[in-house]
């Protein structure tokens, strides 16, 4: 630990503004002056006491519950104190002055610092502390669930026996490097190779299965495009279930962005209503064109594209050229089939519609084709609900996936020499060294100052 991170620390832990109950959280090596400054007594360890809190003169600020959990039986593994009094911004903050006033060398906590310590102190490894933050920030019922196995340890489990077990294959591989006469022997006699095999496949379901989990921490951004008057408003609105997007007839309603958050199957989808591409972008006012610009700004940054098509304007000439010059631009943008889902709406309008096979036709106005959607959506974004939907998987952050696809990298490099008909043993450990460490990356086993600040950096002040 640097010097800085004895220092003991206090911060309101909940959020601002009123509240019925709000909390000022202190860690440290040594609470005791504080809680007797404050309390006016010692507190029974692990249990609730209602009594006041006291200024410096002796008259109650506010009265409330303190509990007191003794290091290093406490969130940070220090002595913790928590003031639960009322929710009041003045009250709480009178409260915080009057800790930082009792006991000198208390200082404000900086963001992230409480769990900060919890990892340092060995409470928590780097991929729990990290599902703190997931579990406070979770926006779907399934990303809360996933970042709360993430924080019981369930994906750290699981890559510490991934770990485990490339440790003992290092040590195989690590030991015959003294004896080089029977390198090889030793080599398949102990089945390295299978050995490899085997961890590639259990790595091949965490990487799995940490997708998955990104997918509901993030979720995907998907644009709505297509020419003015397609339904790419009433189609949020149909997604999203509310009017939010105003639907008129009359085109280049949609000046600018309309974006909403929704979910399907706890995965967040963050739905961007973008205006009408018009086939001439020198049409129409100058707040339009604006609005068509910034519709190609948010293609270019999406995840995905919904190019919605009219099927009661096909055949028409001028809304056909103005198709084509769109998907052209989309092609040209790199818009591929990857990323690139074609909706034909309007269904309702027409008797049997035809549809391009990539595609599937929908009313936004009557539903008709709406699940169908959401499921290609799903797909689109990466989603395997065959697998057991979010049941069993654990959140995961963009770092997680490089470092495991690091690790299936040089799991594969390893595998190439083992393979080879001279296998070159000191690269076979070098490879499986470095795979090693990328897997101590996720849980901290391996970490850098930069990397801790950054990640604790973004927590909230009082976590």
Not at 155 to 162: G, I, T, Y
Not at 259 to 270: N, R, Y
Not at 356 to 378: C, F, I, K, M, Y
Request: aromatic share 4%; glycine share 8%; charged share 25%.
């Amino acid at each position: 630990m640097l010097p800085r991170d004895h220092d003991p620390i206090v911060a309101i832990a909940t959020a601002a503004g009123r509240g019925a109950v709000g909390i000022v959280r202190a860690s440290g090596r040594d609470l005791r002056p504080l809680i007797e400054a404050v309390c006016g007594r010692a507190l029974e360890a692990r249990s609730a006491t209602y009594l006041p809190f006291r200024d410096a003169a002796g008259e109650a600020i506010d009265r409330g519950l303190a509990l007191h959990f003794p290091a290093p039986h406490s969130y940070t593994g220090e002595d913790v104190l928590e003031l639960q009094a009322h929710g009041g911004p003045v009250v709480l903050q009178l409260l915080l002055a009057r800790c930082l006033e009792a006991m000198p060398a208390l200082r404000l906590a900086e963001p992230g610092e409480f769990t900060q310590r919890a990892f340092l102190n060995d409470k928590l490894d780097l991929a729990q502390a990290e599902a703190v933050a997931d579990l406070i920030d979770a926006s779907t019922e399934a990303a809360a669930r996933s970042a709360g196995r993430s924080l019981a340890g369930a994906f750290s489990a699981e890559v510490k026996r991934l770990a485990e077990q490339l440790l003992r294959l290092r040590m195989l591989v690590e030991a015959t490097l003294d004896f080089p006469e029977e390198d090889i022997d030793f080599i398949e006699q102990a089945d390295a190779r299978g050995q490899l095999e085997h961890i590639a496949a259990q790595l091949a379901k965490v990487r799995e299965r940490a997708h998955q989990g990104a997918l509901l921490r993030e979720g995907i951004t998907l644009v709505l495009a297509g020419q003015p008057n397609v339904g790419k408003s009433s189609l949020l609105n149909a997604l999203a279930g509310a009017e939010l997007a105003i639907v008129t007839p009359i085109p280049g309603t949609t000046r600018d962005k309309v974006s909403q958050t929704i979910q399907i199957e706890g995965v967040p989808l963050h739905v961007i209503d973008t205006a009408g591409l018009r086939e001439d972008e020198t049409a129409g006012d100058e707040v339009e064109r604006i609005g068509m610009q910034r519709s190609w700004a948010a293609i270019a940054d999406a995840d995905a594209v919904l190019f919605l098509h009219d099927l009661s304007r096909i055949g028409e000439p001028a809304y056909d050229a103005g198709e084509s010059r769109i998907a052209g631009r989309l092609a040209a943008d790199g818009a591929g089939a990857v990323r690139l889902l074609h909706v034909f709406n309007k269904a309702d309008l027409v008797g049997a519609p035809a549809v391009a096979e990539d595609g599937l036709a929908l009313s936004a106005a009557t539903g008709e084709g709406l699940p169908v959607l959401r499921a290609r959506l799903l797909q689109l974004a990466g989603w395997h609900a065959e697998a057991g939907g979010s049941e069993g998987v654990f959140i995961a952050r963009a770092r997680h996936l490089q470092a495991l696809e690091r690790t299936r990298q040089h799991l594969e490099q390893a595998a190439a020499q083992l393979a080879a008909r001279e296998p070159a043993l000191d690269l076979l450990a070098e490879d499986l060294r470095l795979a090693h460490n990328a897997l101590g990356e996720i849980t901290g086993a391996v970490s850098a100052d930069a990397l801790l600040g950054e990640i604790f950096s973004r927590f909230c002040i009082g976590k």
